[in-house]
């Protein structure tokens, strides 16, 4: 999986999500795709030992709307982290840079500003077979289940840093 690349010889990540609550904020732009990162993510937190009951998923319209319910959720208290999924293909938008752009500065804002992980699971690629690519079925790369991951070993490091 991506979130394995170039990692030779570095610790592992702690990858255990017993107890931990996550809300999952999905676009619905190109749903056909993130639907299977949603996939992904389920996929991953239940992996992870996360329990559906701890996982809180809901919809906004597009990536562009990711940023804000992604740090409404991290303001709540309500989660310990947040995965953002979209999907922006740059042949089907005049505004591919804005979109694009202002959801992954917003998403990095958010957990900047609340320190609460926040994953950056929004595709931004050239076209559907990209997409396709990158939220594939068990087994395969999908980045969604990557951002379930991601966050999970955030919650953890930031726990033992802020525990020094
Ligand atoms: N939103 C996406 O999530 N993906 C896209 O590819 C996309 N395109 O192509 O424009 C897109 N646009 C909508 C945008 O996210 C906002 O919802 C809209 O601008 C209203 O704020």
New binding site residues.
């Given amino acids: 999986m991506a979130g394995d690349h170039q990692a030779e010889g570095a610790p592992p990540a702690v990858l255990d999500g017993t107890g931990l609550r996550i809300a999952v904020v999905a ?4 749903s056909h795709i ?1 639907l299977r990162l949603l996939d992904g993510v389920r996929r991953g937190l239940a992996d992870a030992g996360v329990a559906a009951t701890d996982v809180v998923e809901c919809w ?7 940023p804000l319910a992604a740090k409404t959720w991290a303001l709540s208290g309500d989660v310990d982290a947040v995965v953002c999924l ?4 740059r042949g ?2 005049t ?2 840079e804005s ?1 694009a752009g202002e ?1 992954a500065s917003g998403i990095q804002q958010a957990q900047l500003e609340t320190g609460v992980p926040i994953a950056f699971g ?1 595709l931004t690629v050239e076209n559907l077979d990209q997409a396709l690519e990158r939220s594939e079925e068990a087994g395969g790369h999908n980045v969604g289940e990557d951002g379930a991951k991601v966050v999970i070993e955030m919650v953890h490091l930031l726990r033992s840093i802020r525990a020094r």
């Fill in positions: 676009a619905r732009w190109n993130t906004v319209p597009g990536a562009f709307e990711l979209g999907c922006v293909i089907e938008t505004h591919y979109v959801c929004a």
